[in-house]
């Protein structure tokens, strides 16, 4: 699945901050609350929604319809 545009709870666009996420904290290492000040994200719902997200669109894109 792919990261949802928006904060489910607070409405804040969320999708455009992933893809640093996804590099800094999943592939880089770096410490997660560091990452957020950074990005500029404060709120726990918005930090749930990053967080929570399991990129599977690179598993699921390997299927075709056949």
Same mark, same amino acid.
């Given at each position: 699945?792919?990261?949802?545009?928006?904060? !489910?709870?607070?409405?804040?666009?969320?999708?455009?901050?992933?893809?640093? !996420?996804?590099?800094?904290?999943?592939?880089?290492?770096?410490?997660? %609350?560091?990452? !957020?000040?950074?990005?500029?994200?404060?709120?726990?719902?918005?930090?749930?929604?990053?967080?929570?997200?399991?990129?599977?669109?690179?598993?699921?894109?390997?299927?075709?319809? %056949?």
């Amino acid at each position: 699945m792919m990261i949802p545009v928006r904060c !489910f709870s607070c409405g804040k666009v969320i999708a455009d901050k992933w893809e640093e !996420f996804d590099q800094k904290v999943n592939k880089g290492g770096a410490d997660p %609350k560091a990452v !957020f000040k950074d990005l500029g994200i404060k709120r726990y719902c918005c930090k749930r929604m990053l967080i929570g997200h399991v990129d599977l669109i690179d598993d699921t894109i390997n299927y075709s319809r %056949k």
